[in-house]
């Protein structure tokens, strides 16, 4: 039995006590990557953003709202893992200053909102990989393929996922798998659940022996 550790949803930037930056991202690949895990008898780390959905059961579960949340609860598990799967549509930038109290409207006036990049997660877990798995996720609109194999380099990952723009909360999805040797497979499309005990396979994970 090996550890893996997930990362999914969106992440929520807060601006001020009341209003926050964030995305469209379901959670639902990244649960159905950790149920596909936990079916194969593999011990899970699921670490999620704010989504509307119940983590599987037997998931070791953290609860995060923010980028640098994810980031402190994803370091804490990495070195018991044997690989990481990066799902999470982590935001990528947030507030330089989080207002204490609610922003006041001022009539006709523009407001400018100032922007850090936040940490790239998963390119900081795979620089301390060693032989251990990093797969990404890439969502693309434009030079899909092209743009997915830098992501792959420059995070240091053994696998890409990249989907299009239409997964984004669906239920069914299909993905193109990439590898950094030019590897380069066809999953889907299938419902997300299917989808996620493919992907497992085709990365090379196999049923961990009792
Ligand atoms: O946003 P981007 O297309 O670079 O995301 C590619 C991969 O990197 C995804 O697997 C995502 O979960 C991960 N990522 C991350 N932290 C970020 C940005 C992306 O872990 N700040």
């Known amino acids: 039995m090996a550890r893996f550790l997930v990362t999914a949803g969106p992440t929520r930037e807060a601006i001020d006590p009341v209003r926050y930056l964030s995305n469209r991202s379901s959670g639902r690949m990244g649960y159905a990557l950790a149920a596909a895990l936990l079916e194969l008898g593999h011990a899970v780390d699921l670490i999620s953003g704010p989504v509307n959905?119940?983590?599987?059961?037997?998931?070791?579960?953290?609860?995060?709202?923010?980028?640098?949340?994810?980031?402190?609860?994803?370091?804490?598990?990495?070195?018991?893992?044997?690989?990481v799967f990066g799902v999470a549509a982590v935001a990528d930038y947030r507030p330089a200053v989080v207002s204490k109290a609610k922003l006041k409207r001022a009539a006709g006036e523009h407001l400018t909102l100032e922007l850090l990049p936040n940490p790239d997660i998963l390119a900081i877990l795979a620089a301390q990989k060693g032989t251990r798995l990093a797969v990404g996720f890439a969502l693309e609109t434009d030079s899909m393929e092209q743009e997915a194999l830098r992501k792959l380099q420059v995070k240091n990952l053994d696998f890409v996922a990249l989907n299009g723009i239409a997964a984004q909360g669906a239920v069914q999805a299909a993905i193109t798998l990439l590898d950094g040797c030019g590897g380069r497979r066809q999953l889907g499309p299938a419902e997300k659940s299917e989808l996620a005990r493919q992907l497992v396979l085709a990365v090379g994970i196999t049923a961990a022996s009792t």
């Open 53 to 83: 959905l119940q983590p599987p059961a037997g998931a070791q579960f953290t609860s995060v709202e923010s980028a640098a949340e994810m980031l402190a609860a994803a370091i804490a598990c990495w070195p018991l893992c044997a690989g």
